[in-house]
């Protein structure tokens, strides 16, 4: 059953770079045609899309957030990563990590983990 | 990208039908047949309920149904149960090759 695990810290200071890890257990994050992703979620609000990435490192981003974004692929730890820079309380949310079946469906979720921007 | 549009809150009684909508353009919802639903409960992550706007993943009760029409993708719920009630977000891929949430929608049991 695969399994994925969002891990860093809960808290981060505003104007810096939050940075979030999800590490992928059963099953290799390279060995199919997967692409793994990011969505947030502000307390009390809906979701939001941050990025997708596929194991050979080919990103999407969303537009809004493209400019502070990064997400990177380790093949070798089966983890991908998110960096999300100058932050602000706006990016204050839960933070949950994904995998992307089709073209829009996460089918695999992580718990989530919380990130709270402090000033 | 503007999130797709969706009712806040919809409310039913046990057993009733209820459908909840989607409204994108043809840059999202319109333009692709990559329609998805989640459920969450509070606290929880979000569930996969539907993908490719009418499919079940394997496990998901057939009382739940996806369509779609011009720019407005739905989700039926047959057979309401208490169970049910939770939120509900819908995704579509769109020309950016990006993917877009709608603003949830909060399904009550009365």
């Known amino acids: 059953q695969l399994q994925l695990q969002e891990s860093g810290p809960g808290l981060v200071k505003s104007s810096e770079t939050l940075s979030l890890t999800c590490t992928v257990s059963g099953g290799s994050i390279s060995s199919s045609s997967y692409y793994w992703g990011w969505i947030r979620q502000p307390p009390g609000k809906g979701l939001e899309w941050i990025g997708s990435i596929y194991y050979s490192g080919a990103t999407y981003y969303n537009p809004s957030l493209k400019s502070r974004v990064t997400i990177s692929v380790d093949t070798s730890k089966n983890q991908f990563s998110l960096k999300l820079s100058s932050v602000t309380a706006a990016d204050t949310a839960i933070y949950y990590c994904a995998r992307l079946y089709t073209f829009a469906s996460y089918d695999y979720w992580g718990q989530g983990t919380v990130v709270t921007v402090s000033s | 990208q503007s999130a797709l549009t969706q009712p806040a809150s919809v409310s039913g009684s046990p057993g009733q039908s209820i459908t909840l909508s989607c409204t994108g353009t043809?840059?999202?919802?319109?333009?692709?047949?990559?329609v998805s639903w989640y459920q969450q409960h509070p606290g929880k992550a979000p569930k996969l309920m539907i993908y490719?706007?009418?499919t079940r993943p394997s496990g998901v009760s057939n009382r739940f149904s996806g369509s779609k029409s011009g720019n407005t993708a739905s989700l039926t719920i047959s057979g309401l149960q208490p169970e049910d009630e939770a939120d509900y977000y819908c995704s579509s891929y769109t020309t950016s090759s990006t993917v877009v949430f709608g603003g949830g929608t909060k399904l009550t049991v009365l």
């Open positions: 490719d706007v009418s």
């Open positions: 043809s840059s999202d919802v319109g333009g692709y047949n990559f």
